[in-house]
């Protein structure tokens, strides 16, 4: 996890170590060193990656497409008259689009 980190910070970073550990870390080429305390914050961050990834594609994966919500909204809107004139643009300018392409 030690090289995913440094290379998250800082892509271009050549670099060895050892043994899985923080303090043989030798850069190479001219790379500008990354301190410990930032190699492990962000090694802190990227164990909460998972969890929230997976979390996000889950959500993703359950959410209708983006055509279906749309129209969704749209028929919301288009039952109720309030929300017409709060999204008056929006609604109008679907609602010019359905007129002149009605389906069939």
């Known amino acids: 996890m030690i090289d995913k980190a440094i290379k998250k ?5 050549e670099f060895t170590y050892q043994d899985n550990d923080i303090d043989t870390i030798q850069w190479l080429n001219g790379t500008t060193p990354i301190s410990k305390a930032d190699i492990e914050s962000k090694m802190n961050e990227m164990a909460n990656e998972p969890e929230q990834s997976n979390y996000a594609q889950q959500r993703r994966n359950a959410y209708p497409e983006i055509g279906d919500q749309l129209d969704m909204l749209w028929h919301t809107i288009d039952k109720d008259e ?11 300018t679907l609602k010019t689009v359905k007129v002149k392409f009605p389906k069939k």
């Open 9 to 13: 910070i800082n892509s271009n970073a």
């Open 82 to 92: 309030k929300l017409q004139g709060i999204y008056f643009d929006f609604y109008q």
